[in-house]
Nanobody, 131 residues
Framework: EVQLQASGGGLVQAGGSLRLSCGAS????????IGWFRQAPGKEREGVSD????????HYADSVKGRFTISYDNAKNTVYLQMNSLKPEDTAVYYC????????????????????????WGQGTQVTVSS
């Protein structure tokens, strides 16, 4: 059973930085896509960024390109989301999620809103950016 544990949220001023971590356990030898999603009050959950565990392919939402960087430490089975130049509109609960790429292709996954396709979810971590 895959389990994900997200951490690293907090309160930061606009223009500041935070790094989120998502520790994973229970992975098989499959390639996985691990993604970060966020949900602000009154808004739908949206995809932020994704990475594959084998090749390190990455994908970013337009709203975070150039500001956020996703990475995967294979030795620690941990995904990081480095968030720089944070804006108040980045305020949300951030979730990490994973799906085995034996079930779907990476390019199919990132071509649409794919929160529903993720099989495993961690608990959320709150990110609040003050203006």
């Amino acid at each position: 059973e895959v389990q994900l544990q997200a951490s690293g949220g907090g309160l930061v001023q606009a223009g500041g930085s935070l790094r989120l971590s998502c520790g994973a356990s229970g992975f098989t030898d499959d390639d996985y896509a691990i993604g970060w999603f966020r949900q602000a009050p009154g808004k739908e959950r949206e995809g932020v960024s994704d990475i594959t565990t084998t090749d390190g392919l990455t994908h970013y939402a337009d709203s975070v390109k150039g500001r956020f960087t996703i990475s995967y430490d294979n030795a620690k089975n941990t995904v990081y989301l480095q968030m720089n130049s944070l804006k108040p509109e980045d305020t949300a609960v951030y979730y990490c999620a994973a799906v085995s790429l034996s079930k779907t292709s990476w390019y199919d996954l990132i071509s649409y809103d794919h929160a529903w396709a993720m099989d495993y979810w961690g608990q959320g971590t709150q990110v609040t950016v003050s203006s």
